[in-house]
């Protein structure tokens, strides 16, 4: 089992359709968590962090769910501009080794 | 201001060769990271520094070679690399081992 996986997709949406992703971790002991969004050929870009008590910035909710070990993603009103993909970023074990989810890929058309 | 700045951005080199890639943070962060991203992949990573020391190597070949000269600045060098080395290097800070980190735009490197 992958420590940490993603749906790649894509997901397909129309503007203003709201959209979420999930992403499940295996290492109960995981601390840190992330959202990254990337677009073709350029660097990922920090999107949030994701907070035990959740966290919201603008169209985009992030939440925690360590019972069932998973982060998720809610975006709002999608726009064209959300087009990218979006990776999950999971920090743990003693030494806070980042891993990487494979990445979902999320298409916004019009 | 969250920029890492990698130089140079495109880079061929031959097998035999010997290159250099460079990061820069100015933003007081005392981590910083190597990633090597392949294509249509997820970014995995090589090299973290915390406070200039290497704190990890995930088992990257000797072919790569990290170095940390001053908490601003850090630097792979590239020696006899193979063409399955071809990939996108993305240098990342954060402030600390275990925060959000911040990515630098990458060297795109090709070995031919």
């Known amino acids: 089992r992958k420590e940490v996986e993603q749906d790649p997709g894509p997901f397909n949406v129309p503007e203003g359709a709201t959209v979420a992703f999930n992403c499940t971790y295996s290492n109960s002991a995981s601390q840190s968590f992330f959202w990254y969004r990337q677009d073709c050929r350029k660097e990922p870009k920090l999107l949030m962090s994701?907070?035990?008590s959740g966290n919201e910035d603008g169209r985009f909710t992030a939440q925690l769910n360590r019972a069932s070990q998973y982060i998720s993603l809610l975006i709002r009103d999608s726009k064209l501009s959300d087009s990218a993909t979006y990776l999950c970023?999971?920090?743990?074990?003693?030494?806070?080794?980042?891993?990487f989810g494979r990445g979902t890929s999320l298409i916004v058309h019009p | 201001d969250t920029e890492v700045t990698q130089t140079p951005k495109h880079l061929v080199m031959g097998m035999t060769n010997k290159k250099s890639l460079k990061c820069e943070q100015h933003?007081?962060?005392?981590?910083m990271y190597w990633y090597k991203q392949k294509a249509k992949k997820p970014p995995e990573l090589m090299f973290v520094?915390?406070?200039?020391?290497?704190?990890i190597n995930e088992s990257v070949p000797s072919r790569f070679s990290p170095e940390c000269p001053n908490s601003s600045l850090l630097n792979l060098h590239l020696h006899a690399l193979q063409p399955e080395d071809s990939a996108l290097y993305l240098c990342a800070s954060s402030q600390a081992h275990g925060t959000e980190a911040f990515f630098g735009q990458g060297t795109r490197l090709t070995v031919v």
């Open positions: 520094y915390s406070y200039e020391k290497l704190s």
């Open positions: 970023v999971v920090l743990s074990g003693g030494s806070y080794i980042p891993t």
């Open positions: 933003m007081g962060h005392r981590a």
């Open positions: 994701v907070y035990s």
